[in-house]
T-cell receptor, first 111, second 116 residues
Framework: GDSVTQMEGPVTLSEEAFLTINCTYT??????LFWYVQYPGEGLQLLLK?????DKGSNKGFEATYRKETTSFHLEKGSVQVSDSAVYFC??????????FGQGTRLTINP | DAGVIQSPRHEVTEMGQEVTLRCKPI?????LFWYRQTMMRGLELLIY????????DSGMPEDRFSAKMPNASFSTLKIQPSEPRDSAVYFC??????????????FGSGTQLSVL
């Protein structure tokens, strides 16, 4: 079945560091890919998405590119802030009206 | 819009008791999802509804779990009897259309369930 694998956390960085959180997927067909973010005590919220190969999703300084050849959708940000501390989830949707989530990666940014 | 509203925010109960979690989706959304989040298993889809009809309940762990959506603005997830291994955060989410053009879930703040 469809699945998503994320790099294990937790990830701890200093403010203004470069961030990469790896995500790879297994799916039949051509899924849509997503990154969701969960701030402490809150539900998940959509950060960015890409619906076809080579699409780049971006939001709040975060970017991810849909790479079909490597089945990847890595999340990147050039300069992280303390307010980016959260849990990040990679997810896919293959048209079955439901998302499959990765395990989540906890990110902590120190000032 | 107030977003997806879940209640209660926290629930502490004893093993064997019945637990009912409640969800009010965003008005106009036609899909509703129940997820469970644990450290060990991450985020798992339990069941989802389309236009108040259950579409896929393959994620419901066992017969102790049941979910209903009597109308477009209300859903419940019930656990009877509850067990300590049911302790988790339960999220409700809703979306519009559910198709590829609008694949965005809106999550509630979750219910933290502790079964002692």
């Amino acid at each position: 079945g469809d699945s998503v694998t994320q790099m294990e956390g937790p990830v701890t960085l200093s403010e203004e560091a470069f961030l990469t959180i790896n995500c790879t997927y297994t799916a039949t067909g051509y899924p849509s890919l997503f990154w969701y973010v969960q701030y402490p005590g809150e539900g998940l919220q959509l950060l960015l998405k890409a619906t076809k190969a080579d699409d780049k999703g971006s939001n709040k300084g975060f970017e991810a590119t849909y790479r079909k050849e490597t089945t990847s959708f890595h999340l990147e940000k050039g300069s992280v802030q303390v307010s980016d501390s959260a849990v990040y989830f990679c997810a896919l949707s293959s048209g079955a009206q439901k998302l499959v989530f990765g395990q989540g990666t906890r990110l902590t940014i120190n000032p | 819009d107030a977003g997806v509203i879940q209640s209660p925010r926290h629930e502490v109960t004893e093993m064997g008791q019945e637990v009912t979690l409640r969800c009010k989706p965003i008005s106009g959304h036609d899909y509703l999802f129940w997820y469970r989040q644990t450290m060990m298993r991450g985020l798992e889809l339990l069941i989802y509804f389309n236009n108040n009809v259950p579409i896929d309940d393959s994620g419901m762990p066992e017969d102790r779990f049941s979910a209903k959506m009597p109308n477009a603005s209300f859903s419940t997830l019930k656990i009877q009897p509850s067990e300590p291994r049911d302790s988790a955060v339960y999220f409700c989410a809703s979306s519009l259309f559910g198709g590829r053009t609008n694949e965005k879930l809106f999550f509630g703040s979750g219910t933290q369930l502790s079964v002692l």
